[in-house]
């Protein structure tokens, strides 16, 4: 497969930033052709500049890009966005209001038979041929983003880039669209970067992807091999949801402040390892003296999720709907042994 994008030693702040505060510190990362990748991470970790980057809206400070090889960034030259042949939908689809659907998605690409043939293959495709003359002020949410990714298709492009595409659609439509994702990417042969803050649209439908916090990349993987083999205590807490724990090797005993968990004696344990494990490998029972709180309780439809607290930590755990905890109670917790519990002996930096 050859490569599509490749990222290499991307670093950026913005003029506002004096105190080498870097938005972005030596991103690496490359894309193959044909491959959908998520750019995962909270509010603020600077995705959608990542995306600005790739784009060609931002110059980078350090670091390059190149496109099928040849640069399209670096800190003294910047191909134009329109002769990248990159495609963009946003989270609030950007379709121009006063064209119908098929205007925009025609819109800059050139009138021949080839191009109308193909915009015509994109309308079918996903799914929009009947609503060719509406408006965008005519469309639902969903529709209006099968536009405006049909119209990111059309010109022919090999990359596309969606900034938060299904956010502002419902549950069923966004889940619906982001299945249909892929096998439309992989019709029209265009590799993609789907930013997103949700780590379950991440790991469902993305071939590998990206984790970013405070600018940096904390792993580059397939879903299964982070799942399998998380690089640290955040994409465990942040990607997987899953609990973690300090933990301390006394006495041939892995200890924690929930008790001793069976772990197999590892060498590389310290004062820095922690251990992680799901929601369901802990139980709560009420207690007075017990030494967490409970701070929240959560409906799901077979079983509730609490949260409860402990001076600085904080667990979550599923519970049976018969289980009569409710917020302010006291309460302990225990491990349950049968179930997985996984040493992180220290962070572990970033694999690519
Ligand atoms: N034009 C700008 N000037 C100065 N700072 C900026 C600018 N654009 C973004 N930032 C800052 O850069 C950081 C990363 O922003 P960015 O929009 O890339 O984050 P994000 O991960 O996409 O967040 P969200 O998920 O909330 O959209 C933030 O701290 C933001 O305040």
Same mark, same amino acid.
């Given at each position: 497969?050859?490569?599509?994008?490749?990222?290499?030693? %991307?670093?950026?702040?913005?003029?506002?930033?004096?105190?080498?505060?870097?938005?972005?510190?030596?991103?690496?990362?490359?894309?193959?052709?044909?491959?959908?990748?998520?750019? %995962?991470?909270?509010?603020?970790?600077?995705?959608?500049?990542?995306?600005?980057?790739?784009?060609?809206?931002?110059?980078?400070?350090?670091?390059?890009? +190149?496109?099928?090889?040849?640069?399209? &960034?670096?800190?003294?030259?910047?191909?134009? /966005?329109?002769?990248?042949?990159?495609?963009?939908?946003?989270?609030?689809?950007?379709?121009?209001?006063?064209?119908?659907?098929?205007?925009?998605?025609?819109?800059?690409?050139?009138?021949?038979?080839?191009?109308?043939?193909?915009? =015509?293959?994109?309308? =079918?495709?996903?799914?929009?041929?009947?609503?060719?003359?509406?408006?965008?002020?005519?469309?639902?949410?969903?529709?209006?983003?099968?536009?405006?990714?049909?119209?990111?298709?059309?010109?022919?492009?090999?990359?596309?880039?969606?900034?938060?595409?299904?956010?502002?659609?419902?549950?069923?439509? *966004?889940? *619906?669209?982001?299945?249909?994702?892929?096998?439309?990417? +992989?019709?029209?042969?265009?590799?993609?970067? %789907?930013?997103?803050?949700? /780590?379950?649209? #991440?790991? #469902?439908?993305?071939?590998?992807?990206?984790? %970013?916090?405070?600018?940096?990349?904390?792993?580059? &993987?397939?879903?299964?091999?982070?799942?399998?083999?998380?690089?640290?205590?955040?994409?465990?807490?942040?990607?997987?949801? +899953?609990?973690?724990? /300090?933990?301390?090797?006394?006495? =041939?005993?892995?200890?924690?402040?929930?008790?001793?968990?069976?772990?197999?004696?590892?060498?590389?344990?310290?004062?820095? &390892?922690?251990?992680?494990?799901?929601?369901?490998?802990?139980?709560?029972?009420?207690?007075?003296?017990?030494?967490?709180?409970?701070?929240?309780?959560?409906?799901?439809?077979? @079983?509730?999720?609490?949260?409860?607290?402990?001076? &600085?930590?904080?667990?979550?755990?599923?519970? =049976?709907?018969?289980?009569?905890?409710?917020?302010?109670?006291?309460?302990?917790?225990?491990?349950? @042994?049968?179930?997985?519990?996984?040493?992180?002996?220290?962070?572990?930096?970033?694999?690519?």
């Amino acid at each position: 497969m050859s490569t599509e994008l490749e990222v290499h030693n %991307l670093w950026h702040e913005f003029k506002s930033n004096k105190n080498n505060n870097w938005v972005l510190k030596d991103i690496n990362f490359t894309l193959k052709a044909g491959e959908l990748i998520g750019l %995962l991470g909270p509010s603020g970790c600077g995705k959608t500049t990542l995306l600005r980057l790739i784009a060609g809206f931002e110059k980078p400070k350090r670091g390059l890009i +190149k496109k099928n090889g040849q640069i399209i &960034s670096n800190n003294h030259y910047l191909l134009s /966005p329109e002769r990248r042949q990159i495609g963009m939908v946003f989270q609030d689809y950007a379709l121009f209001p006063h064209l119908n659907v098929w205007d925009n998605v025609c819109f800059g690409i050139n009138k021949k038979e080839k191009s109308i043939k193909r915009a =015509n293959w994109l309308l =079918n495709l996903l799914d929009i041929y009947e609503f060719k003359n509406r408006y965008p002020h005519e469309l639902s949410g969903g529709q209006s983003q099968r536009v405006a990714l049909a119209r990111a298709l059309a010109p022919g492009t090999s990359l596309v880039l969606l900034d938060e595409p299904f956010c502002s659609l419902d549950v069923e439509v *966004r889940s *619906r669209l982001r299945s249909e994702l892929s096998s439309v990417l +992989k019709s029209c042969s265009a590799s993609a970067i %789907l930013v997103t803050h949700d /780590p379950h649209e #991440a790991l #469902a439908i993305c071939d590998r992807v990206a984790v %970013l916090r405070s600018g940096e990349i904390q792993q580059y &993987s397939t879903p299964f091999e982070m799942v399998l083999n998380p690089s640290n205590d955040f994409i465990g807490q942040f990607v997987l949801q +899953k609990n973690i724990l /300090p933990i301390q090797y006394i006495d =041939n005993a892995c200890s924690t402040c929930i008790g001793k968990l069976s772990v197999p004696f590892d060498m590389s344990i310290s004062s820095k &390892s922690v251990c992680m494990f799901d929601r369901n490998a802990i139980r709560i029972e009420p207690c007075s003296n017990g030494s967490f709180t409970v701070i929240s309780k959560e409906y799901r439809i077979n @079983h509730y999720v609490y949260t409860v607290i402990s001076e &600085s930590i904080k667990l979550k755990s599923e519970m =049976n709907l018969d289980t009569s905890l409710s917020i302010g109670d006291r309460c302990k917790v225990q491990p349950i @042994h049968e179930k997985n519990f996984l040493v992180l002996p220290e962070n572990i930096k970033c694999k690519f």
